[in-house]
């Protein structure tokens, strides 16, 4: 009986350091993962800010449109 228990005692920590583990890998992959998705967010803010400051220099600011 006090072996038995044993080995299921050792078979369940096995198990969580082996979950541990993966848990560990995953966490990482998805820090990875935003600090990237963070740099593409970055990259298309300045692109969009560069857009907008170039469209505001060709128009005066209140110029109606041609089509008025």
Known sequence: MNEERLINI???LTFQED???ELNKT???QQ???ER???ICKS???HIQSLSEGRNEGMPVNERPPHY
């Open 19 to 21: 979950l541990i583990e």
């Open 10 to 12: 050792e078979s369940k």
């Open 37 to 39: 998705l963070e740099g």
């Open 32 to 34: 990875q993962k935003l």
């Open 27 to 29: 966490v990482y992959q």
């Open 44 to 46: 298309l803010v300045g």
